[in-house]
C-alpha cells in the first residue's frame, strides 16, 4: 500500500524539481532598474536573454493619458514614480487612497542597445483586469475591454507575446488599465522585453513545461484512483488520486495560464471561481490524504477545522467575484497557518518512525516551495 505511494512521492518530487529549476530559470541577477520612469538598457544583450521591465514606472492614477500626450500633461496629470510590478493600492501617493477598482496609465522610457537591429518583442503574463498596450504611440495589444466602471468595461486574462519589430535607440511604453472586477489588480506581474525569437520561445517553452507538469500529475492521480477501485478501504489512495489531480489543474492556471489555449473563450469570472476552487481543492484533498496516512499522529480537530474553512470558503465563490477576492484575502491569512499545523503532524510522525513518513514530509516541504 505505501510501496506506490512512495513511487509516485518521488516522481512528485521530480516533477516538483524540475518546475522549480524552470521558474529560477527567469531570475537574472545585476539585471538593469527602472528608475524614475526610464531603463537603461543600452549594455544589454538581446541575443542572450529577455529581460524584466521592474522598477519604478511614471504612475497616472485615474487617467488615460494619450501615448503622443505632451510631456506638460504627463507632468500635470501624473503622480511620481512607482514600481512594478506591484498593487498600485500600495502606492504612497500624498492626499490619495487609492482603490483597487479604478482606471491608471503606466509609462517606461527605454534606452536600447545601438548594436541590436533585429526584431523586439515583448511578453506579460497578468495585467487585470484589462489593459492596452502602446510602444512608440502605436498600439501593439489589448486584452478585454477597457472602461471607466465594471459596467463598461469588459475584463480578460490572457497571457501572451506580441512582436513589436525593430526600435531605434529609444522607446516608450504606455499601458493603459482598469481594473473593476478582481482584487488582484492593475499591472502586479512582470513584463518581458527581449529579441523576438526569444521571447516566442521562452512562453512556448513555459507553456509546453506547464502541460507536460499537467499531464504527469494527472497521470499520479488517475493511477491511484484506479487502485482505489480495487482497494476501496485505502482512502489514501482516492485522496492522493484527487490531490494530484487538483494539483495538475492547478498547473495549467499558473502564471502562463496553459488552460487558456485549450479554453480560449472562457468566461473571465467563471475562469476565476475555478481557479479559487482549485485551490480549495487541493487544501481539502491534502488534509484528508495526510489524516489517512497518519491518522493517530494527525489531530483530528485541526484536520476537520480546516476543511471547515476550506469548505465555508467554497460558499463565497456564488459572490461577484470583485467581492469573493476580497473575502480571500483574509481567508488566505487563515490558511497560511495551515502548512505550520500539517508540517508539525508530518515531523511527529516521521519521529514515531512511521512507514514512509520521512518521504511524504520530504515531498510535502518541496511542495511548499
Known amino acids: ?24 530559470s527567469q531570475f537574472k541577477q545585476n539585471n538593469p532598474i527602472a528608475s524614475n520612469g526610464v531603463i537603461d538598457l543600452s549594455t544589454w544583450n538581446p541575443n542572450i536573454e529577455s529581460i524584466n521591465l521592474k522598477g519604478n514606472w511614471e504612475f ?13 500633461q504627463w507632468k500635470e496629470n501624473c503622480n511620481g514614480f512607482y514600481p512594478v510590478p506591484a498593487y498600485w493600492k500600495f502606492y504612497n501617493i500624498p492626499g490619495k487612497n487609492l482603490s483597487p477598482f479604478g482606471k491608471a496609465t503606466y509609462r517606461l522610457k527605454v534606452i536600447l542597445p545601438t548594436s541590436f537591429h533585429d526584431s523586439y518583442g515583448i511578453r506579460w503574463t497578468e495585467i487585470l483586469s484589462a489593459f492596452q498596450i502602446f510602444i512608440n504611440n502605436k498600439s501593439v495589444a489589448q ?17 501572451d507575446r506580441t512582436e513589436i519589430g525593430p526600435q531605434n535607440n529609444q522607446m516608450t511604453i504606455v499601458i493603459w488599465v482598469s481594473n473593476f472586477n ?37 497521470l499520479i492521480g488517475f493511477y491511484h484512483l484506479v487502485l482505489f477501485l480495487f482497494r476501496t ?26 488552460f487558456i489555449i485549450f479554453f480560449p473563450d472562457i468566461d473571465f469570472d467563471f475562469y476565476i471561481r475555478f481557479i479559487y476552487f482549485t485551490v480549495l481543492s487541493i487544501g481539502i484533498f491534502m488534509c484528508m490524504f495526510i489524516k489517512s496516512l497518519f491518522p493517530e499522529e494527525v489531530s483530528s480537530f485541526f484536520i476537520n477545522s480546516a476543511i471547515g474553512v476550506f469548505g465555508c470558503s467554497s460558499f463565497t465563490l456564488a459572490l461577484p467575484v470583485r467581492v469573493f477576492t476580497e473575502f480571500f484575502s483574509i481567508i488566505f491569512v487563515l490558511i497560511s497557518f495551515l502548512p505550520l499545523g500539517l508540517t508539525t503532524y508530518l515531523f511527529k510522525a516521521h519521529k514515531m518512525k512511521r512507514k514512509g513518513a520521512t518521504l511524504i514530509l520530504i515531498a510535502y516541504l518541496i511542495f511548499l516551495q
Open 143 to 159: 486584452i478585454g475591454v477597457l472602461g471607466t466602471d465594471f459596467n463598461t468595461m469588459t475584463p480578460k486574462l490572457k497571457p
Open 233 to 258: 478501504r485505502s482512502k489514501e489512495y482516492l485522496f492522493f488520486g484527487l490531490f494530484c489531480i487538483s494539483m495538475g489543474i492547478r498547473q495549467l492556471s499558473v502564471e502562463d495560464h496553459a
Open 182 to 218: 478582481h482584487q488582484n489588480h492593475g499591472f502586479w506581474q512582470p513584463i518581458y522585453l527581449g529579441k523576438w525569437e526569444i521571447i516566442r520561445n521562452t512562453q512556448v517553452s513555459h507553456l509546453m513545461m506547464d502541460i507536460a507538469s499537467f499531464a504527469s500529475v494527472a
Open 60 to 72: 497616472c492614477w485615474d487617467q488615460w493619458i494619450p501615448p503622443n500626450a505632451e510631456e506638460s
Open 1 to 24: 500500500m505505501i510501496k506506490s505511494l512512495r513511487i509516485s512521492c518521488i516522481f512528485f518530487i521530480l516533477i516538483s524539481f524540475l518546475t522549480f529549476l524552470l521558474n529560477c
